[in-house]
């Protein structure tokens, strides 16, 4: 389904879209980025990977003296895979990939489930690592996260048009009107590299 974006933000009865943070996270690379959709079979593989992968950190960080507080928690309509207590008594949110490595819009949608409290730990995690992203590095991401959501509601067709190669999300791009992806392509069960692309 389609959110158009083109409703002026000055109607007092106009309500701002929510993109998830794993939609922003694309968007905040390639504004123009619109999710394939999984095939069942890609589904089921990916739920069984990211599955394995949450035991290997929640093993991990266990080992390491932080105690699990919650496991998919949702939060203001969003998923937060892990979060823990740390040894110090801070929190540690994680979202994990099942991916083997973590790229620059893995980091960004981490960034993305913080309530930008400082005393906040978020990590990005995969089945071997844990990425801890720096405070002002959420800060940044956050500044881009809303640069990105205005410019998605006051510019809408410009950013329909805004087409920014990057390997890590190409793979999972349905956009048909985007020089840069392979014709035809249908579900994320491919994973053509893009066209004259890259990061």
Known sequence: MEVNLTSSRADPNFT?????????ARRIICPAHIPAPFDRKSRLRFLG??????L???KRHIKSGFRLLSLEKYVNGSRIDLEFLRPDGGLR????KS?????EVDRIQAALYSDGSRSQEVV??????????PSEY???????????RIFLLDHPDLAANSFNPNADICRTCANNRCPFLPKGRTDRGQTTQPR???D
Not at 139 to 146: L, N, S, T
């Open 196 to 198: 004259g692309g890259g």
């Open 49 to 54: 990977l990211h599955a394995y992968a949450m």
């Open 124 to 133: 990005v995690s995969s089945r071997t690592t844990d990425i801890l992203l």
């Open 138 to 148: 959420v800060e940044e991401v956050h500044r881009r996260a809303e640069a990105t």
């Open 56 to 58: 290997q950190v929640i």
């Open 93 to 96: 949110i994680n979202e994990v």
């Open 99 to 103: 991916k083997r490595i973590l790229g």
């Open 16 to 24: 701002e879209p929510r993109l998830s943070p794993s939609l922003l």
